[in-house]
């Protein structure tokens, strides 16, 4: 296996298989193995760490969440849904040496445009930023925490 960072995220032990020279590992909420990126590396300990320490259920997360910008396709890197349906949570990820700036979360804002999300989050599986959106005072607020998971969120 490449040698991949230790990220500030519990461990995970991953499913990995070899597709000719292509390392993929299994993405447990898509059903299928993926290609063993640097940012795929963040999801899988990301969602896992959400999952596993935080308690958000799986079987209302979902990965590679597509949606239309400006006439355009778009894919949320992960989005958590509430039971009504509805988005909740925006995580965008990059890969560990990948530096979150403003562009980052000029990018999660403008799929956020679309989806009228709770929270925001961007981590690169080092640092990790949480915003809780106000709508009712178009505002938000940068969190020193990723929240639990409950029925509010």
Not at 106 to 129: C, E, K, P, T, W
Request: hydrophobic letters at 40%.
């Amino acid at each position: 296996m490449t040698e991949q960072p230790p990220l500030n995220l519990p461990p995970v032990e991953l499913r990995l298989k070899k597709d000719g020279k292509l390392l993929k590992v299994f993405d447990s909420l898509r059903q299928k193995y993926v290609a063993l990126t640097p940012e795929e590396y963040v999801r899988q300990h990301f969602t896992a760490w959400m999952i596993n320490s935080l308690g958000y259920p799986a079987s209302l997360m979902s990965n590679e969440v597509s949606l239309k910008l400006n006439e355009t396709r778009r894919r949320c890197d992960t989005v958590v849904f509430r039971s009504d349906g509805n988005p909740s949570v925006i995580v965008e990820y990059k890969a560990p040496t990948v530096a979150i700036s403003q562009a980052v979360f000029d990018q999660i804002a403008r799929y956020n445009m679309v989806l009228r999300s709770h929270f925001l989050i961007v981590s690169n599986g080092l640092r990790h930023f949480c915003c809780e959106m106000d709508y009712d005072n178009d505002s938000y607020r940068f969190l020193p925490y990723i929240p639990v998971w409950s029925a509010e969120i």
